[in-house]
């Protein structure tokens, strides 16, 4: 059964409670308001209504006394409503009780027990009405009439029931916070078997909570040290904290139902019970594999740079050495070789300096557009007028589609991404490049592609080419020049166009980088009627 049912029959106990009092009391409709002092101060006011719509609660209440306190004289305490109060209370009769008598007394009686306040009854009922719980003689003065016992068993009848009703609350609470917790939460018996499974720790994991329900959860996790060892029985967390040895944020590495190792950070929590045996654990999963990430990209980036920045300036400072200590003795054509390579080095010193900067604008969310109306082709053909200067051999083919319409970007920005994957196709391609540029259109984009017939990039890669400071793992592309910022600033450009950029690429069969940007004006497509 649900929680939400239990609630609901719950509330159905409290209305048959509160009709049947109201019932042996001559009543006919009325409200139950609960004392919040006595179960959650919290919370706003509570009530009960019998045979009332909730129209008619507001003025009921201002009517009666906003506080008793019961006597053992007058536990039950009798007003004469006036006929326009009841004129105006019958508004909020239900059709079955408007045929009330025009003249009525409200009833409102303070139910009490031994530990505080519980809540007050009002009801109405026609004048003169009198129950048997009402007429007292002498003898049965005091807490032992009727009124008196009655009060009491409903008082007893009525804390049990709020009780039961906090405590559905309260497991309702728990259970939202388990469910729906970023936190992957695990929790076992006293055997170390899987008794819950949140689901952030299915997501984690990959496993789903019937699965692994029963199941020791040592061999669901198959958690490792941060070296890589396999942890023993002893050094299990939860059980460590059975034996009162606390644990908290301790690293490890699970591995998930498909094999992968996650980096994480668990706390282990025991639950204990009265003669402190251990009665379940909770195991609380922290993912860290994004700060792991974060950590290995700092690590990279201080290498990365420092090697790059290394190279163009030990060139630099040689040729700009021997220059100053031979200038005069060298021939002019080895003089104009050495201006050329400090020039080179000068450039791809500029060039990195700009992409840290670049990444770093990307980063703080600064990357500003000037989107326009742009035509792809001549765009294209300027990319390559100036490659080929550089590269004279350079063979690129075009496959451009006719009457290739017009979109919606920045031609500073789309020659940059253009111009970088022009680059990578030449830079990882062994031999002589070949090298073809394709344009078409959708009835929403227009996509180009880079096709080269280079080393190509293996599936693990392709995954997370596109990141910061992400080289390809082929011992080509790592000694090869660069800090890993292309691919990256290409796809930062094209997502600020709206647009995507992906990658279809075999090991050893060359790769094809395709990016799209958006129409400046949609295909109008023929409709069609099945």
Not at 68 to 79: D, K, W, Y
Not at 321 to 346: F, H, M, N
Not at 488 to 510: K, N, P
């Amino acid at each position: 059964m649900s929680w939400i049912q239990t609630v609901d029959n719950l509330q159905d106990q409290m209305t048959i409670l509160i009709g049947s009092a109201i019932r042996l009391l001559c009543g006919e409709v009325g409200v139950f308001v609960i004392s919040n002092e006595a179960f959650d101060p919290r919370s706003g006011t509570e009530y009960v209504l019998y045979r009332l719509e909730e129209s008619a609660l507001a003025p009921l209440l201002s009517f009666v006394q906003e506080s008793l306190q019961p006597t053992s004289r007058h536990p039950l305490i009798i007003e004469m409503t006036e006929p326009e109060f009841t004129q105006q209370l019958r508004v909020g009769l239900p059709a079955d009780v408007h045929e009330l008598p025009a003249e009525l007394e409200c009833c409102s009686l303070a139910v009490t027990d031994q530990h505080g306040p519980i809540g007050v009854l009002h009801f109405l009922r026609p004048v003169g009405q009198r129950s048997c719980l009402e007429q007292t003689t002498d003898t049965e003065a005091g807490e032992r009439s009727p009124i008196f016992l009655f009060i009491a068993q409903l008082a007893a009848s009525l804390r049990f029931a709020l009780q039961a009703q906090s405590l559905v609350k309260e497991q309702d609470r728990l259970a939202a916070i388990f469910h729906h917790s970023t936190e992957g939460l695990l929790t076992v018996d006293n055997a170390l078997r899987i008794i819950d499974f949140n689901p952030a720790m299915e997501r984690l994991t990959g496993w789903h909570e019937s699965e692994v329900l029963g199941q020791f959860y040592f061999t669901v996790l198959r958690p490792r040290d941060r070296q890589g060892n396999e942890l023993g029985l002893q050094d299990s967390p939860i059980l460590q904290c059975f034996a009162g040895q606390p644990l908290v944020n301790r690293d490890m590495i699970i591995t998930t139902r498909d094999g992968q190792s996650v980096d994480v950070r668990v706390t282990a929590s025991c639950v204990r019970s009265p003669r402190g045996e251990p009665v379940s654990g909770i195991l609380t999963v922290h993912d860290i594999s994004r700060e792991r990430e974060q950590e290995e990209q700092r690590s990279t980036f201080i290498s990365v740079i420092s090697h790059e920045l290394q190279t163009p300036i030990a060139i630099i400072k040689g040729y700009a050495s021997t220059l100053a200590r031979a200038g005069s003795r060298l021939k002019p054509d080895v003089v104009r070789s050495r201006l050329y390579a400090i020039e080179d080095e000068a450039d791809r010193l500029n060039k990195l300096v700009g992409n840290l900067l670049y990444a770093s604008r990307i980063q703080a969310q600064g990357l500003q557009m000037d989107v326009a109306p742009l035509q792809l082709e001549p765009l294209i053909h300027r990319v390559i007028r100036r490659l080929q200067v550089k590269y004279p051999d350079l063979d690129i083919a075009l496959d451009i589609s006719p009457d290739l319409p017009t979109v919606m970007a920045d031609r500073d920005r789309i020659e940059e991404v253009l111009q970088n994957l022009l680059d990578n196709a030449i830079k990882y391609s062994p031999d002589k490049p070949a090298i073809t540029i394709a344009a078409r259109a959708t009835s929403n984009d227009v996509i180009v592609s880079v096709r080269d017939a280079g080393m190509g990039i293996s599936l693990r890669d392709q995954e997370q080419i596109f990141q910061r400071f992400r080289r390809l793992g082929d011992p080509l592309a790592q000694s090869t020049p660069g800090a890993g910022l292309g691919l990256y600033i290409c796809r930062a450009i094209v997502e600020a166009h709206g647009g995507r950029i992906w990658v279809d690429s075999a090991l050893r069969q060359g790769s094809t980088f395709s990016f799209s940007l958006p129409r400046e004006e949609q295909a109008h497509l023929p409709m069609v009627v099945f």
